[in-house]
T-cell receptor, first 113, second 112 residues
Framework: AQSVSQHNHHVILSEAASLELGCNYS??????LFWYVQYPGQHLQLLLK??????LVKGIKGFEAEFIKSKFSFNLRKPSVQWSDTAEYFC???????????FGAGTRLFVKA | NAGVTQTPKFQVLKTGQSMTLQCAQD?????MSWYRQDPGMGLRLIHY???????DQGEVPNGYNVSRSTTEDFPLRLLSAAPSQTSVYFC???????????FGAGSRLTVL
C-alpha cells in the first residue's frame, strides 16, 4: 500500500529565509507525485506535480521540488519565502496510471513578516 | 463552470443521527473521492469511485457509505454519526490522464 511521510509538522520562518519541506513515500512502482497547498480559508490547490522526465519540477509562486527515486523523496523548496506563503502544505502520491491519491500529514508553515 | 460543489458547508449532528454530505462536479470527471482532514493527520481517503456504479474503500472507510449512480454526483452517507467523525470533509475529482485533483470547498461536520 502507498504511504506518504512528511517530516515537519510545523515550520516557522522569517521572510526571505529559504524553505525545504521533506516528503518520502513508500511504493515500489511508478508514481505520480504532487504538492498541494491550502492557504487560510481557501480550497486545496495544486502547487506542482511530477509525472515523468526532469526530476526537478517548478510550480507556482517560485516553488520547486526534486524527485529522487533512489531515496523515494520529493522535497519541496523555495529560496526565499514571503509572508503570503503562510499555509499548510501537503505532499501526495498516486501509483502511476491510477487515480487513488494518498496524502501526507501536512506541514503548517508560518512566515513572520 | 462551478467545479466541485459540496453541501452543506457546516453541519452539527447528535450522536446516532444520520446525514448525507453531497458532492457534485460538472467537469465530466470519471474519478471522485472523499477525504477527511483532521489536525496533524492530513487528508485521509475515505472512499473513492472510478466511474458510475463503481466504488471502493480508501484508508478510513468505517462508518461511511457511498454510491455513484451518475458521473456527476458522489454522496457520502453517515448512517449513525459518532463524535470521532467530527472533521472537515473534502470531495475531490479528476479526469483521466491528469490525475490532478480538483477539490470542493469542504464541509465542516461536528458530532456532539
Amino acid at each position: 500500500a502507498q504511504s506518504v511521510s512528511q517530516h515537519n509538522h510545523h515550520v516557522i520562518l522569517s521572510e526571505a529565509a529559504s524553505l525545504e519541506l521533506g516528503c518520502n513515500y513508500s511504493y515500489g512502482g511508478t508514481v505520480n507525485l504532487f504538492w498541494y497547498v491550502q492557504y487560510p480559508g481557501q480550497h486545496l490547490q495544486l502547487l506542482l506535480k511530477y509525472f515523468s522526465g526532469d526530476p526537478l519540477v517548478k510550480g507556482i509562486k517560485g516553488f520547486e521540488a526534486e524527485f529522487i527515486k533512489s531515496k523515494f523523496s520529493f522535497n519541496l523548496r523555495k529560496p526565499s519565502v514571503q509572508w503570503s506563503d503562510t499555509a499548510e502544505y501537503f505532499c501526495a502520491v498516486n501509483a502511476g496510471g491510477g487515480f487513488k491519491t494518498i496524502f501526507g500529514a501536512g506541514t503548517r508553515l508560518f512566515v513572520k513578516a | 463552470n462551478a467545479g466541485v460543489t459540496q453541501t452543506p458547508k457546516f453541519q452539527v449532528l447528535k450522536t446516532g443521527q444520520s446525514m448525507t454530505l453531497q458532492c457534485a462536479q460538472d467537469m465530466n470527471h470519471e474519478y471522485m473521492s472523499w477525504y477527511r482532514q483532521d489536525p496533524g493527520m492530513g487528508l485521509r481517503l475515505i472512499h473513492y469511485s472510478v466511474g458510475a456504479g463503481i466504488t471502493d474503500q480508501g484508508e478510513v472507510p468505517n462508518g461511511y457509505n457511498v454510491s455513484r449512480s451518475t458521473t456527476e454526483d458522489f454522496p457520502l452517507r453517515l448512517l449513525s454519526a459518532a463524535p470521532s467523525q467530527t472533521s472537515v470533509y473534502f470531495c475531490a475529482s479528476t479526469g483521466s490522464g491528469a490525475n490532478v485533483l480538483t477539490f470542493g470547498a469542504g464541509s465542516r461536520l461536528t458530532v456532539l
